[in-house]
């Protein structure tokens, strides 16, 4: 039984506004996790998805591979948004799940960045994003079941050391 509501979480070495870019800036999407290009209407009731790069195009994805609607906006401490993933029809035919990025900088241990993902309704998703699926090869980078704790790591070790997991 795979949990409705997951989350993770990380602490990274910067600011609170250099991790909402990395979240909501095409620019930075593309170099970490599964490098796709975001675009964010970043207003409550505004658009986003998530584009294609080069290396998905050439594996056959065309099209636009998440979207989903902004729900809440407080830069650079929390967005909300619906999130559906497109790139195959058994996630594409679940319901939108909701994520939820909470960014906050402690006193201690750099800004802690944790993701709250309501996959209630969709098991293929919670499937993906939980990182059951690790070492299923399944698209750009052969990386497709890492989930967020992928996603996380990849995006730490961007911000910190200039360099991704798996280049």
Known sequence: MTNTVQVHRVYIKATPERIWEAITKPEWTQKYGYSGLVDY????????????TQ?????????????????EVDPPRKLVITWKLLMGPEVAAEPYTT????????????TRLTVTHDVTGAPNTAALVSGQMEDVNAGPGDN????????????????????????
């Open 55 to 71: 290396d998905f195009i050439d594996a056959g994805f065309t099209g636009d591979l998440v979207d989903g609607e902004v729900l």
């Open 41 to 52: 209407d970043l207003k409550p009731g505004g658009k986003h998805r998530t584009r294609p």
């Open 144 to 167: 497709a079941g890492g989930g967020w704790a992928w996603i996380l790591s990849d995006l730490k070790s961007l911000l910190e050391t200039g360099e991704v997991l798996v280049p």
């Open 99 to 110: 994520i939820t990025y909470d960014i906050e900088e402690t006193k201690t241990a750099g």
